[in-house]
Structure formats: structure tokens, C-alpha cells
């Protein structure tokens, strides 16, 4: 079972400041199949990135991904207020179709 | 648009049994695979079970094999999680959402309460 780690746990940022939010696998995750979610209080996960680094639709350009391996990076480039939630990556390349989440890294507003 | 509303959560003593369902509308709901996937209150993410597009595979977490079984009818564009034997830690909400890696569609969620 691959084992994601998000760091840091609680980041805590102004609006208009870059976010940087990392996620460590245990294993190597197959064909960068890694995808990141925001949630907020009381909603479903919504996903942001898939395939590592492909924004699905309708995320502004602000949030990017990247990586590969075991080291993955999700970034804001400019905090809006409405980017201050909990943010969830998850991995889904191993077989048989298992998948895990990372334990998630709250972004507050400082 | 794409729809998925689940119902049937609830309290339910420990060792009892709910099963969960999740309407699915605005796709063609047996082109996709569907997962379970569960939040412990104040807790993250936990991903409980995947369906096959036509229900002939099924994967599930270890800690709710052979107490859990996820199921589809395609028919009526629904999909089911029975989920017997119950204990406290399975307490949480739960989404159903579309597809088996990413997914990019989620239900509001359904609240099982497991508790005595």
C-alpha cells in the first residue's frame, strides 16, 4: 500500500501570497497518477489536479501541479479568499484499482 | 449536469447493518466506474469501495472487507453500499463519487452514525 504524506499540516498564509503544498508517497506512484482536492467545511472534495500536473475543468490557473516519483507539489500562485480550505492529494496508480489520500494540509488565513 | 445524491444514512447500533444509495443523473451511469468514499468526522479521506462499470469488479479498503459490499443497478442509474456488521469507527459521512482514480463528480454525502 503506498502511503502519502502532506506536509505542512496547517499552513497558515496572507491573501495574495503563494501557496506551496507538498505530497510525499512511500512508493513510487505509477504514470503520475496523483490528483489533488480541495474541501471545505460542510462540501464534498472538489477535484483541482489529475495526472499530477492536468487542471480539471473549471480550476482558475492560479493552482498548478507537479512532480513525479514519490515527490508531488501542488501550488496556488496568488491566495484568493476562497482558496483558504483543506487540501487532499490522493494517489490512484496501483492495481487492483486501490487508492489512498493523503491525511491533508489546512490552509488558513494568517 | 452531473448529479449524485446519496440517501439512507443514519444511527445505527454497533453490529447492525445500512445500506446506503446514491442516485446518479446527467451521465450515462453505466459507462463509469464508482467508488465509496468516507470522512470520520474531523478526520480526511478514506476510499471504501470501487464498482466496475457493469459490477463485475469490485475492490474494496481492508478494514470493511467482507462487512461491506458495493453494488450497482444500472437499470435505475443507482448505486448501493450494504454495509453489515457495523462498529464505531465506521461512523463518518459518505460520498458517493464518480470514477475509480480521480474523480471529479461527488455526492453531499450521507451520515452514518454508528453508535449505542
Known amino acids: 500500500e503506498i502511503v502519502l504524506t502532506q506536509s505542512p499540516g496547517t499552513l497558515s498564509l496572507s491573501p495574495g501570497e503563494r501557496a506551496t503544498l507538498s505530497c510525499r508517497a512511500s512508493?513510487?506512484?505509477?504514470?503520475?497518477?496523483l490528483a489533488w482536492y480541495q474541501q471545505k467545511p460542510g462540501q464534498a472534495p472538489r477535484l483541482l489536479i489529475y495526472?499530477?500536473?492536468s487542471r480539471a475543468t473549471g480550476i482558475p490557473d492560479r493552482f498548478s501541479g507537479s512532480g513525479s516519483g514519490t515527490d508531488f507539489t501542488l501550488t496556488i500562485s496568488r491566495l484568493e479568499p476562497e482558496d483558504f480550505a483543506v487540501y487532499y492529494c490522493?494517489?490512484?496508480?496501483?492495481?487492483?484499482?486501490?487508492?489512498?489520500f493523503g491525511q491533508g494540509t489546512r490552509l488558513e488565513i494568517k | 449536469e452531473v448529479q449524485l445524491v446519496e440517501s439512507g444514512g443514519g444511527l445505527v447500533q454497533p453490529g447492525g447493518s445500512l445500506r446506503l444509495s446514491c442516485a446518479a443523473s446527467?451521465?450515462?451511469?453505466?459507462?463509469?466506474?464508482m467508488s465509496w468514499v468516507r470522512q470520520a468526522p474531523g478526520k480526511g479521506l478514506e476510499w471504501v469501495a470501487n464498482?466496475?462499470?457493469?459490477?463485475?469488479?469490485?475492490y474494496y479498503v481492508d478494514s470493511v472487507k467482507g462487512r461491506f459490499t458495493i453494488s450497482r443497478d444500472n437499470a435505475k442509474n443507482s448505486l448501493f453500499l450494504q454495509m453489515n456488521s457495523l462498529r464505531a469507527e465506521d461512523t463518518a459521512v459518505y460520498y458517493c463519487?464518480?470514477?475509480?482514480?480521480?474523480?471529479?463528480?461527488w455526492g453531499q454525502g450521507t451520515l452514518v452514525t454508528v453508535s449505542s
Open positions: 463519487a464518480r470514477g475509480e482514480g480521480y474523480r471529479n463528480y
Open positions: 446527467g451521465f450515462t451511469f453505466s459507462s463509469y466506474w
Open positions: 464498482i466496475k462499470q457493469d459490477g463485475s469488479d469490485k
Open positions: 512508493q513510487s506512484v505509477s504514470n503520475s497518477y
Open positions: 495526472g499530477a500536473s
Open positions: 490522493q494517489q490512484y496508480g496501483t492495481l487492483p484499482l486501490l487508492n489512498t
